[in-house]
């Protein structure tokens, strides 16, 4: 928008000291511009070509090595099974004392335990305790015949079953308890697994006989408490009924 002033108001306000703006009065000037500086022409390198890769070989194919199987050392037989005679694990108890539920006498069979002392050790005190439990420590005529490997060939193959007899036939057992599978096996002359010879009633020479798991196993397993509990529960109602030795 223009303003449209006459002389005298243009005087008055230049009396005033206001400066009048015309658009027109004050026209740009001209901004040079620096000229714009051109890069030489830098030639493009040549990028080479790459050479082709060499043809990849397929990979020999290996014949595969037998494996080496170890000589057997000169001299090295299996461990042989000899059975100690029965010893009383408690001989200081009165026979006035023994609950009659008990039968005339027991004989264990067990592997794994010391034979200066089997009630000795974490394996033997277990042991100890599940015969406390039954109360077979009020009983003098409770004995345990040891299973112990025997290094060496010499060893005679019979000698198990030979002790075993003699044992028999001079404690006359109620019940045989055959603890482990070593022991299950070496009396019984069977190769079933451990848990299939449980949980049942067996014969050797005509005396009851139950298997259970041996002290050792049940320190690894704990599980198995309950099934060798019933397994003792099931050789003292063997005992109890059996009929007294003449």
Same mark, same amino acid.
Request: net charge positive.
């Given at each position: 928008?223009?303003?449209?002033?006459?002389?005298?108001?243009?005087?008055?306000?230049?009396?005033?000291?206001?400066?009048?703006?015309?658009?027109?009065?004050?026209?740009?000037?001209?901004?040079? @511009?620096?000229?714009?500086?051109?890069?030489?022409?830098?030639?493009?390198?040549?990028?080479?070509?790459?050479?082709?890769?060499?043809?990849?070989?397929?990979?020999? @194919?290996? =014949?595969? +090595?037998?494996?080496?199987?170890?000589?057997?050392?000169?001299?090295?037989?299996?461990?042989?099974?000899?059975?100690?005679?029965?010893?009383?694990?408690?001989?200081?108890?009165?026979?006035?004392?023994?609950?009659?539920?008990?039968?005339?006498?027991?004989?264990?069979?067990?592997?794994?335990?010391?034979?200066?002392?089997?009630?000795?050790?974490?394996?033997?005190?277990?042991?100890?305790?599940?015969?406390?439990?039954?109360?077979?420590?009020?009983?003098?005529? +409770?004995?345990?015949?040891?299973? /112990?490997?025997?290094?060496? /060939?010499?060893?005679?193959?019979?000698?198990?079953?030979?002790?075993?007899?003699?044992?028999?036939?001079?404690?006359?057992?109620?019940?045989?308890?055959?603890?482990? =599978?070593?022991?299950?096996?070496?009396?019984?002359?069977? @190769?079933?697994?451990?848990?299939?010879?449980?949980?049942?009633?067996?014969?050797?020479?005509? +005396?009851?006989?139950?298997? @259970?798991?041996?002290?050792?196993?049940?320190? =690894?397993?704990?599980?198995?408490?309950?099934?060798?509990?019933?397994?003792?529960?099931?050789?003292?109602?063997?005992?109890?009924?059996?009929?007294?030795?003449?």
């Amino acid at each position: 928008m223009s303003l449209h002033l006459d002389p005298r108001q243009r005087a008055m306000l230049k009396e005033m000291g206001v400066t009048l703006w015309w658009p027109g009065a004050m026209a740009q000037e001209p901004v040079a @511009t620096p000229p714009t500086r051109v890069a030489p022409h830098q030639p493009v390198p040549t990028v080479a070509a790459h050479a082709a890769p060499a043809p990849v070989q397929a990979p020999q @194919t290996m =014949r595969p +090595v037998p494996p080496v199987q170890p000589a057997p050392l000169p001299g090295r037989t299996p461990p042989a099974r000899v059975l100690l005679p029965p010893r009383a694990l408690f001989p200081g108890a009165d026979p006035q004392h023994t609950p009659a539920a008990l039968g005339a006498s027991w004989l264990i069979v067990a592997e794994s335990l010391p034979d200066a002392d089997p009630l000795e050790g974490d394996a033997g005190r277990l042991l100890g305790n599940m015969l406390r439990a039954l109360q077979l420590h009020r009983h003098p005529q +409770v004995f345990l015949c040891t299973l /112990s490997a025997a290094h060496g /060939s010499g060893t005679d193959a019979a000698a198990p079953n030979a002790v075993l007899a003699h044992a028999l036939t001079s404690v006359k057992p109620s019940v045989l308890l055959l603890m482990g =599978r070593a022991a299950a096996h070496a009396v019984l002359g069977r @190769t079933e697994p451990l848990g299939q010879l449980r949980g049942q009633a067996h014969r050797v020479a005509g +005396v009851p006989a139950v298997i @259970t798991y041996d002290a050792p196993y049940l320190l =690894r397993a704990p599980q198995a408490k309950p099934a060798a509990w019933a397994d003792l529960c099931l050789a003292r109602v063997l005992a109890r009924s059996a009929p007294a030795a003449p």
